[in-house]
């Protein structure tokens, strides 16, 4: 079963970045306008209320453009896929990066479904799968965020992999 993510959320962030980029300026305006009736003799109380809430807005218009920057890229790769015993995910990471991994089902140590639809991932730090971060580093749990797939998509894939692991393994559910 292999599942390819979708193109959608990714335009839905792009979206929202545009949104931050219309605010910055407007926000900026404001708090021009403010400065400039507080020199004009306006009631420094209004004005400072006016400019205080619109730099809040700046700052947090600027600090949410810059997140959603590192955030966007190119999904066309990225999957999850449960073919035979092997479990393979591509997913975005941040600045162009993408975390992967390969894992054998025999490998899996702990299996977590956590809220909001993820579910993470843990290996036997000896055995032969491998999970690899965006900066190239190896680890032994991974993250399967929801991000781009459809709940229903992510459930099955959960469920596949539940059906498949080994006696050994561990399986935990939280409730959402």
């Known amino acids: 079963m292999r599942v390819e993510l979708s193109e959608a959320a990714m335009y839905r962030r792009m979206d929202k970045k545009e949104r931050c980029m219309v605010m910055m300026p407007l926000c900026g305006m404001v708090v021009f306008g403010g400065v400039i009736l507080m020199a004009a003799g306006y009631p420094l109380l209004m004005c400072l209320a006016l400019s205080s809430i619109s ?14 920057k590192r955030l966007i890229m190119p999904v066309s790769r990225c999957f999850l896929e449960v073919e035979g015993a092997c479990f393979s995910v591509v997913q975005p990471w941040t600045d162009e990066r993408y975390e992967s991994c390969r894992i054998e089902l025999e490998d899996i140590e702990r299996l977590v479904k956590a809220k909001r ?4 991932v843990k290996i036997h730090p000896e055995r032969r799968s491998r999970i ?3 900066s190239g580093r190896m680890r032994t749990i991974i993250c399967v965020r929801p991000f781009g797939y459809e709940t229903e998509q992510i459930e099955a894939i959960y ?18």
């Open 55 to 68: 730099a809040v807005g700046l700052i947090a218009s600027g600090i949410k453009y810059q997140k959603l």
């Open 132 to 134: 690899q971060d965006g």
């Open 159 to 176: 469920q596949r992999i539940k059906e498949r692991l080994p006696k050994t393994a561990e399986v935990y559910e939280y409730e959402t």
């Open 117 to 120: 639809g993820s579910f993470y």
